[in-house]
Structures are given as C-alpha cells and as structure tokens.
T-cell receptor, first 114, second 116 residues
Framework: EAGVVQSPRYKIIEKKQPVAFWCNPI?????LYWYRQNLGQGPELLIR????????DSQLPKDRFSAERLKGVDSTLKIQPAELGDSAVYLC????????????FGEGSRLTVL | AQTVTQSQPEMSVQEAETVTLSCTYD???????LFWYKQPPSRQMILVIR??????QNATENRFSVNFQKAAKSFSLKISDSQLGDAAMYFC?????????????FGAGTILRVKS
C-alpha cells in the first residue's frame, strides 16, 4: 500500500514569491493534516480536513496561507507571498476517522525562502 | 491548551544498551492519549507506541516500553537493546479525548544517537 506522497521534496524561492505543496494521502483516509515543522522543533498543526471540509484551521496564517482539498482526496497548501520566516518543513499526514491517534506522515516538503 | 515538554534535546546510547527518553505534559483532562513518534533522518515520522490514559498498564512494543505516570503527568520511553536503526528524532505527542479527530500536540523532540 502506498504511503502519503508529498511533492516537491525541496523548494528554494525568493521572498515574496508564491509556492505550493501537494499531498496525496493514503487511500481511504478521510482525515488530512498539514503540519509545519521548524528546524529543531516539533510539528505544529496548520490545518485539518475531514473529507473536503476544513474542520480546524485556527493556526493557519490566512493572510498568506491557503489550502484546499478538492473531492476529499488530494490537498494543496499554498503560500503567497512567502516570507523568510516560512522556511520550514511542511508535513502532510492522513488518518482514518478514528480514536486510535495514528497519523501516517509523508516525507515532507522542505521550503527555503531566501 | 495542552502542552508537551521534552527536556532532553539530545541523548546518546551505546548499541545494545538501554536508554530512556523523558516527556511531561500539561492537561486538565482525565481522558487522553499519548504517543511516541520516531522521525529518522529521511523525515517520515512513524508511530512507535501509544498509551491510553485510562489504562494503568504501561504499553510495550517489542524493545519499546513506556513508563506512564498519570498523576505526575509523565510519559517516558524506554528503548532496550538499542540498535543503530533506532537513531532518530523522537517526539512525544498528546491527543485529547474530548476532541473528535486526531489532532496531536507534539513536544520539541529528542535526538537519539546510537554509538557502535
């Protein structure tokens, strides 16, 4: 079974440029998460989807970040315009709607903003 | 809001030895879940072990076991017979039972180095 797939793995951009990250969750997983992981820190939740509905986006900086999950499968996270402080690894995870707590993570997209 | 604290930024262990990673958390809830996740250098995080707060018995998974002290709000991970493949960043995470869905709150992580 394929795991969570993310792309691109690495992205280097100039500040004020836009960037987008894509995530394909494990087939059948209703819940999808975007986390941001700063260097040397634990992941912090940006947004959580239940199917196509964003049920928790309280930590998403909505002035520059946006996300969508069309048809409740793939998801895209966009930053426009990027700032130096956005340099981080953006992790996508998915899970079944359950109380087991196991999230399945992708390998992440490392963003460097110059 | 719940917080998770990992006070050891880095730990080292000799191959085949035992190491314990510490985690404390802060919550006012009585029902919740605790997890240890492992993040190898490739960055894909995987679940190591899970503990339900209502269970008094400590969880074990092969060489991995936890010491769950609910009153002290402590949740340490013990790795026995350490192997080179155990080298990774380890994250402690908390999940509320009050909230539908799997929103995890992570600690800052502990880097584990395994010496041969």
């Amino acid at each position: 079974e394929a795991g969570v797939v993310q792309s691109p793995r690495y992205k280097i951009i100039e500040k004020k440029q836009p960037v987008a990250f894509w995530c394909n969750p494990i087939s059948g997983h209703n819940t999808l998460y975007w986390y941001r992981q700063n260097l040397g820190q634990g992941p912090e939740l940006l947004i959580r989807y239940e199917n196509e509905e964003a049920v928790d986006d309280s930590q998403l900086p909505k002035d520059r970040f946006s996300a969508e999950r069309l048809k409740g499968v793939d998801s895209t996270l966009k930053i426009q315009p990027a700032e130096l402080g956005d340099s981080a690894v953006y992790l996508c995870a998915s899970s079944l709607v359950s109380y087991t707590g196991e999230l399945f993570f992708g390998e992440g997209s490392r963003l460097t903003v110059l | 809001a719940q917080t998770v604290t990992q006070s050891q930024p880095e730990m080292s262990v000799q191959e085949a030895e035992t190491v314990t990673l510490s985690c404390t958390y802060d919550t006012s809830e009585s029902d919740y879940y605790l997890f240890w996740y492992k993040q190898p250098p490739s960055r894909q995080m995987i679940l190591v072990i899970r503990q339900e707060a209502y269970k008094q018995q400590n969880a074990t998974e092969n060489r991995f076991s936890v010491n769950f002290q609910k009153a002290a709000k402590s949740f340490s991970l013990k790795i026995s017979d350490s192997q080179l493949g155990d080298a990774a960043m380890y994250f402690c995470a908390y999940r509320s039972d009050m909230e539908y869905g799997n929103k995890l709150v992570f600690g800052a992580g502990t880097i584990l180095r395994v010496k041969s």
